[in-house]
């Protein structure tokens, strides 16, 4: 894979700003969980939002120490506003992937799963439950049928249909989140 292009990269004045918004929030150099959760405006009440940030600050905390510092901040903050489709999706079966394997199981996307439909309820006619959600994704795109979906399977199969594209990369506006939130 080649390195991205300059145009997709944050540019110097938006990293600028970005520090002094980051310094500004975490004066100790670390952003941790509940603080994540305020600057998104993410209500105790909502336990949806609650968890979905919850899994996203997991999948950027990329050494584990339970704080993101600046250069995962900015990492992050670099794939929400600017990945590409391949780096999204890449960063989504992660977010799925909760053990880490490399493979995702039937219970890894219901947990996902269940987490989107709730949010998205209010936001589309989601008709089916979380199970049958599941099925569907494992149906199109399990393609060798071992009951696991493995990094190239997801790949391939996020792009099969519209439906299931929206699914699997997690679009949920993180994008909009971070830019209200972040940058005023």
């Known amino acids: 894979m080649t390195e991205p292009q300059c145009t997709e990269q944050l540019h110097k004045a938006q990293i ?9 929030e975490c004066p100790s150099g670390a952003l ?8 998104f405006g993410v209500a105790s009440s909502s336990e949806e939002e609650s968890l979905y940030i919850e899994t996203i600050f997991r999948s950027f905390d990329t050494n584990r120490d339970n704080r993101l510092d600046f250069l995962e901040y900015v990492a992050a903050l670099n794939l929400v506003l600017r990945g590409n489709l391949e780096d999204r999706l890449k960063w989504s079966f992660k977010v799925y992937d909760r053990d880490g394997n490399g493979r995702l199981d039937k219970q890894e996307v219901k947990h996902i799963i269940r987490i989107l439909c ?10 089916m439950t979380p199970n049958e959600v599941c099925d ?13 979906i493995s990094l190239t399977e997801f790949m391939e199969g996020a792009q099969k249909d519209e439906w299931l ?3 699997l990369k997690l679009d949920v506006n993180a994008t909009g989140w971070v830019i209200q939130n972040s940058f005023h």
């Open 32 to 39: 941790h969980l509940h603080e994540l959760k305020r600057i």
């Open 165 to 167: 594209m929206d699914l």
């Open 118 to 127: 709730k949010i998205k309820v209010q936001r589309s006619n989601m008709d």
């Open 136 to 148: 569907r994704i494992f149906e199109l795109v399990d393609q060798n049928k071992d009951g696991q």
């Open 16 to 24: 600028q700003e970005l520090c002094i918004i980051f310094m500004k």
